[in-house]
């Protein structure tokens, strides 16, 4: 049986991804940033050609992490952000056609794996 991003993402969600994202996102607001080195190449040249022509290393420095906390947490939980976008559109449109719509949903939100959201003022009370 395969399992689906969005069942993947309901996974890490037990596992605790949403704290070490809250953590993260803190670390921001505190002017804390992940960094990671580069190395500074000119010219479109490769590493090789570089190290050929100059006869050494090119120089590293140290560079802001260019993904979002979100995307980040999804590599390290091994989910394809991009198919769970595809799954939570399939989601949407199952609901729209459900509901005989094509381009609104109604009010209904996709939250997660296999769950809606409906706004008080549809819901049906006790």
Same mark, same amino acid.
């Given at each position: ?28 607001? +505190? ?11 000119? @010219? $479109?040249? &490769?590493? /090789?050609?570089?190290?050929? =022509? ?31 976008? +595809? ?11 459900? @509901? $005989?719509? &094509?381009? /609104?949903?109604?009010?209904? =939100? ?17």
């Amino acid at each position: 049986m395969t399992v689906t991003e969005l069942e993947k993402i309901h996974a890490a969600r037990q596992e605790g991804s949403d704290t070490i994202g809250t953590f993260l996102t803190w670390l921001r607001g +505190e002017g804390i940033y992940l960094m990671h080195f580069v190395e500074v190449i000119p @010219n $479109g040249r &490769s590493r /090789e050609d570089y190290i050929e =022509r100059y006869g050494e290393e090119p120089a590293t420095v140290a560079t802001y992490w260019p993904e979002s906390i979100n995307r980040l947490l999804a590599r390290y939980y091994g989910i394809d952000a991009d198919k769970a976008e +595809e799954e939570r559109d399939a989601i949407l449109a199952q609901l729209r056609a459900m @509901n $005989g719509d &094509s381009d /609104e949903t109604d009010g209904v =939100r996709v939250v997660s794996a296999g769950q809606t959201e409906v706004p008080l003022s549809q819901r049906s009370t006790p």
